[in-house]
Nanobody
Framework: QVQLVESGGGLVQAGGSLRLSCVAS????????MGWYRQAPGRQRELVAV???????NWLDSVKGRFTISSDNAKSTVYLQMNKMKPEDSAVYYC?????????WGQGTQVTVSS
């Protein structure tokens, strides 16, 4: 079972930036896709950004042009760069990897954007 550890969350003012990191306990090349999800209180968990092993990316419409997903295979790390942040971006952000139909999740990191 892969272990995923997120970091980089915190409090930021609207318009500011944060970079989330997710370190995997094994090579991310082992997985079909890696991504970031978020869940705000009272809302369902939603996909923010995903990158497949083939380099295809998919985004939540509301973050397009503001967030960037990238990976460093040598460090087994996936990043989420978040710019021009808005209060509605506030949520717990989770890293996930997928192999076939199986997902593995990190513990989550809180992101709060103040207005």
């Amino acid at each position: 079972q892969v272990q995923l550890v997120e970091s980089g969350g915190g409090l930021v003012q609207a318009g500011g930036s944060l970079r989330l990191s997710c370190v995997a306990s094994e090579s991310i090349l082992n997985f079909d896709a890696m991504g970031w999800y978020r869940q705000a209180p009272g809302r369902q968990r939603e996909l923010v950004a995903v990158i497949t092993s083939g380099g295809t990316t998919n985004w939540l419409d509301s973050v397009k042009g503001r967030f960037t997903i990238s990976s460093d295979n040598a460090k087994s790390t996936v990043y989420l760069q978040m710019n021009k942040m808005k209060p509605e971006d506030s949520a717990v952000y989770y890293c996930a990897v997928r192999l076939g139909v199986k997902y593995s999740w990190g513990q989550g990191t809180q992101v709060t954007v103040s207005s």
